[in-house]
């Protein structure tokens, strides 16, 4: 299931082999992924699946029990290169009775990177939180928190941004204000590597994915070619008497029928619609309602995690 990202690509960050193990139980198995330079790239899992303990190991917080964090294609020097990593961890904490322009003075105090760092007022301005800069923390929305965390995250201006679940517990409002952050991090040129159990995050804004699910990775793609591999579309039919095809033509991929509904995948061969609108009515049957429906990284997810293929979509 495992599929090889683009040979040539440059990598911000390499996993090799990363193992981890609490007593008897391994919470991460032969973690293998390479992380394009300045894309965003979401790691997708359930609750429970080893996304923390992933970000944990990168950001120096754990070791592995075997494997290697490969950084600017070199083993990743905690000493040297903390700063050019940005880290916002799934529940991040601040001190609540300071007031927001000086709760990032006070981190940016304490900046490894001087020189090269943002400014408390730059700071506020990528992440929208210039209004509320004199509002003491504790005053802040989830959403404006989250923000918070993630001016704190790249306060460094760095090369790689680790956020951990950044948009899980926030209303709609407040994760596409987020989802809009991540997105201009990149356009200031800056790697994403984001984990989350919301696949609709995923969607929108990443360049590539890897699916973990129980310590393992299932699949380490670009989302188009997910896409490609799982079909984009399907088509939906409710026959007014049950049909029984028993051969069908090659764009066909797979017929499945679930009551009174019949899904249909196509593959790439199907080049027109009414290809398949003459196959329909080859079956001799009345059709009562036809949907042509998308695939959605959802439905592909729950396919991989269940470790199934493209025909049990
Ligand atoms: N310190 C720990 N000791 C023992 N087990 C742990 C520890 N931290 C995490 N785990 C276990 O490791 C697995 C992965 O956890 P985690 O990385 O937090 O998953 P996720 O972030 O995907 O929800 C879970 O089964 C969790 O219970
Ligand atoms: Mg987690």
Do not use: W
Not at 37 to 48: A, D, K, L, Q, T
Not at 120 to 129: A, H, M, N, Q, R
Not at 273 to 287: A, H, K
Request: aromatic share 8%; proline share 3%; hydrophobic share 35%.
């Amino acid at each position: 299931m495992m599929e090889s990202l683009q040979a040539k690509a440059e990598y911000t960050l390499e996993l090799n082999a990363l193992n981890k193990s609490y007593g008897k139980s391994q919470v991460l198995k032969d973690i293998n992924i390479k992380i394009p330079r300045g894309v965003i790239y979401g790691f997708i899992g359930e609750n429970g699946a080893g996304k923390t303990t992933t970000m944990n190991i990168i950001c120096g917080l754990k070791k592995p029990t075997s494997g290697k964090v490969i950084f600017r294609e070199r083993e990743l020097s905690y000493d040297k290169e903390r700063e050019a990593i940005g880290y916002l961890p799934q529940q991040p904490k601040f001190y609540s009775y300071m007031k927001v322009h000086e709760y990032l003075d006070f981190i940016l105090s304490l900046s490894e990177a001087k020189g090269k760092a943002f400014s408390t007022v730059e700071l506020l301005s990528i992440v929208g939180l210039k209004d509320a800069s004199k509002k003491t923390i504790k005053a802040l929305s989830g959403g404006m928190l989250q923000r918070l965390g993630i001016a704190v995250a790249i306060c460094n201006n760095p090369e790689l941004v680790i956020l951990d679940e950044p948009t899980s517990a926030l209303d709609p409002e407040g994760r596409r204000e987020v989802m809009n952050i991540i997105k201009s991090l990149k356009e200031r040129g800056m790697t994403v590597f984001f984990s989350t159990h919301l696949l609709s995050d995923v969607e929108n804004i990443c360049d590539y994915i890897t699916i973990i699910h129980k310590g393992e990775i299932l699949s380490s793609t670009t989302l188009a070619s997910l896409k490609d591999k799982y079909g984009a579309c399907y088509y939906e039919v409710k026959f007014g008497n049950k049909i029984e095809p028993k051969s069908y033509p090659s764009f066909i991929k797979n017929i499945n029928i679930k009551d009174d509904i019949t899904l249909i995948y196509t593959n790439n061969t199907l080049t027109d619609e009414r290809d398949l609108f003459n196959y329909l009515l080859s079956l001799n049957s009345p059709i009562k309602a036809f949907t042509k429906k998308e695939v959605s990284l959802e439905d592909i997810f729950f396919t991989i995690i269940n470790g199934g293929n493209q025909n049990d979509l």
